[in-house]
């Protein structure tokens, strides 16, 4: 039985997590025709897009520790989120396409930081020029 359930705000979190998780062939089982079960199972309850639906998934798939790691990715997420949103820096919206979303996801979860430190943190390096500072970017909007 679960320790905790995946409600309709961590949904979006769990799903993300549990597509990264779910693509590691040994992180659920050793055994691979459960692996490719429970992958097929994933993407039905990926497209019904319910958390009674995720969680029921959750309570079949993941033994106590696999849950733990679940409510520590969504805890994980939460955090980032209220961090983003307490943030006094002025933020730009853009548009992404999926791919690009889902690919600065995913490093942001890798490096356990929001997407916006990705690009500051982990890709500077590629940028080929001077990039403003705090200061600058605020007297420019």
Do not use: G
Not at 15 to 20: E, I, R
Request: aromatic share 8%; hydrophobic share 35%; proline share 2%.
């Amino acid at each position: 039985m679960a320790s905790s359930r995946i409600t309709t705000a961590d949904q979006f979190y769990a799903t993300q997590w549990l597509h990264v998780m779910l693509n590691k062939d040994n992180w659920l089982s050793d055994q691979l025709d459960k692996v490719v079960e429970a992958r097929d199972e994933f993407k039905k309850i990926c497209l019904a897009s319910k958390p009674d639906k995720l969680n029921a998934f959750c309570e079949k798939w993941l033994s106590p520790e696999k849950w733990e790691e679940l409510d520590q990715a969504i805890a994980a997420a939460r955090k980032r989120r209220e961090k983003f949103e307490e943030s006094d820096e002025h933020h730009v919206n853009l548009e992404l396409t999926h791919r690009a979303k889902f690919i600065l996801d995913r490093l942001a979860k890798q490096y356990d930081c929001s997407m916006s430190e990705v690009i500051e943190q982990h890709l500077v390096d590629r940028v080929d020029c001077d990039l403003p500072t705090a200061d600058e970017r605020i007297r420019h909007h």
